[in-house]
């Protein structure tokens, strides 16, 4: 191993490690979703009105929301929260050892990043690009939100980069268990598992198979967490209402074209066009017929089935997509620096071959 590789990949580490730090210490204020979370743990050991003032009680936002405005409320939004058992066992296991649970939620984070990091680097092999995905406010936000987004990403980052490594068991256990973490990751699941049928790399038969256990598994944790249908989820975050459980779960062809609308209207203030830009960049660049360029096929078709489905565009929903058009933006620029005669050993292997030119 060559001493500057060694050399950024130290740097790199010591980096992630600072970002991710950062994060722990400065989550997103008035993050209201965390005290939900933090409910639903302490109601496990606590009853409702027990748990309600605390909540309530424990932050100005919390304490603002005309939501939280009882504990019946309280214990109606709930279960829009508990389909992510896993995001929520993680939680407890990190209270456990003695940690407030405001700071468990804040460590999952921050540790979720710290680890896409590493995979992102694990995969890619360069330092300096990773670090500066890593960086990126898309990306940012994961560890610093109280939210099981980070964890999701790294499920399917890590499920993402075994699959391309022909390592289609943890690749599929990754993937498959990513659902438990966010149950709207079945959508990205079920594609996946068409594209490797339709590519040849398992029988239909086996798709099938897999494609029920993922239904299976939303179904399984739908029915014990007590959740909404998806038309009451889509009415209470979109249209409105106080309480989901006080929501009409009828939803009108034009009622949802407006909710549509709005949502696409919230794409100027995310960065989900430039990573579009680039997932474009990368699919004219990479070789034509390799698996990361077709990869970009499910990862695009589970995006925009996601977005008609809930049409919320903030970038933590998608911030798994970016990661993944990330890594094939990367190599398709060292691809094409390696057509043009260029240096790939090094980060700066495309920079290198440009001063060399000028020099020349």
């Known amino acids: 191993m060559k001493t500057t590789h060694v050399m950024s990949m130290t740097l790199y580490i010591i980096f992630l490690i600072g970002l991710g730090t950062i994060c722990f210490l400065r989550q997103l204020p008035g993050d209201f979703d965390r005290y939900i979370y933090e409910a639903i743990v302490r109601n496990r050991t606590q009853s409702l009105q027990v748990v309600y003032p605390i909540v309530k009680h424990s932050n100005p936002r919390a304490e603002a929301s005309s939501v939280l405005d009882s504990p019946e409320h309280l214990g109606q939004l709930e279960p829009l929260y508990a389909i992510r058992p ?24 921050a540790l979720s990043f710290v680890a896409i990091g590493l995979v992102l680097f694990m995969w890619t092999r360069a330092a300096l690009p990773s670090a500066l995905i890593m960086a990126s406010p898309a990306i940012v936000v994961l560890g610093r939100a109280g939210t099981p987004d980070a964890l999701s990403a790294l499920f399917i980052l890590s499920s993402a980069w075994a699959l391309i490594q022909e390592r289609l068991l943890p690749g599929l256990l990754l993937l498959l268990g990513s659902i438990w973490v966010r149950t709207d990751n079945v959508l990205l699941v079920l594609v996946v598992l068409a594209w490797l049928a339709w590519s040849s790399k398992m029988h239909k038969w086996q798709a099938g198979v897999l494609s029920a256990v993922a239904l299976f598994s939303v179904f399984f944790i739908n029915h014990f967490s007590g959740n909404y249908a998806w038309s009451v989820l889509f009415h209470y975050s979109f249209i409105g209402g106080r309480s989901p459980a006080e929501v009409s779960s009828h939803l009108s062809l034009r009622e949802y074209v407006v909710a549509f609308a709005k949502g696409l209207e919230e794409i100027g203030g995310q960065q989900i066009s430039i990573w579009i830009l680039l997932g474009i960049a990368a699919w004219h660049w990479l070789p034509q017929g390799i698996q990361l360029r077709i990869l970009l096929l499910p990862v695009a078709l589970a995006s925009l089935a996601r977005l008609v489905l809930f049409p919320a565009v903030e970038d933590r929903y998608f911030a798994w997509a970016y ?33 060399a030119n000028k020099r020349e």
Not at 92 to 107: F, P
Not at 327 to 337: E, G
Not at 340 to 353: H, P, Q, V
């Open 323 to 355: 990661l993944i058009v990330g890594v094939c933006f990367l190599k398709a620029m060292r691809s094409s620096t390696a057509q043009s005669g260029g240096d790939e050993a090094t980060d700066f292997g495309l920079w290198r071959s440009s001063l």
């Open 86 to 109: 896993v995001y929520i066992w993680a939680i407890e296991v990190v209270t456990s050892t003695g940690l407030s649970i405001q700071k468990a939620i804040s460590l999952v984070s």
